[in-house]
């Protein structure tokens, strides 16, 4: 997915998962090593590239992990600041995941407000589950959840809850 500066400060969920991402070169692919459905790369309307479903996909089913190279807190404020489009995913208090760097695919998920995937941090490995069954040719989206307090993303997801904003807005 794309992203902005914003992405330098993604909020975690209850569970201690957050994201935020975009690629700014090389051609995207989908690395299968990290991929336990058929998927593929298409154009997407909420941004760029997305990820789509190529086979359904049951409820609750890890679909990919999202990789890239990790990054120290001040490394990653370094990248925000110098790039337009960065592919971030918060980890923990301290590390964060650069998906432009040896990403698995998973950095180009798009953000959606009403999502078919939830993130698990799982052993330090940022996990993408299904949240419920997904059809052939849907396109896959996770909630971002940028912290509120960095800068607003509009959003344009479409969907019915569109908060309006990628950011978290309580
Ligand atoms: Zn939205």
């Known amino acids: 997915m794309a992203s902005s500066k914003a992405a330098l400060a993604v909020s975690a969920d ?6 935020g991402n975009g690629h700014a070169n090389g051609v995207p692919r989908i690395n299968p090593d990290y991929t336990c459905f058929k998927v593929k790369l298409a154009k997407s309307k909420i941004h760029r590239w997305g990820v789509y479903a190529e086979e359904l996909i049951p409820a609750g ?18 990248r925000a600041d110098a790039s337009e489009m960065i592919y971030l995913f918060t980890l923990d208090n301290y590390w964060c995941l ?7 695919g998973a950095e180009y998920i798009n953000h959606s407000c009403e999502p078919n995937l939830v993130t698990r941090i799982v052993k330090g490995h940022i996990i993408y589950m299904s949240m419920r069954d997904i059809k052939p040719g849907e396109e896959l989206t996770v909630d971002y959840r940028f912290d509120k307090k960095v800068e607003r993303v509009e959003c344009k997801c479409g969907t019915p809850k569109c908060r309006g904003t990628i950011n978290l807005t309580e």
């Open 98 to 104: 650069d998906g432009s760097v040896g990403g698995s």
């Open 14 to 19: 209850q569970n201690g998962e957050s994201n």
């Open 61 to 78: 089913r890890k679909i990919m992990e999202y990789t890239g190279e990790r990054i120290s807190r001040r490394e990653t404020k370094r």
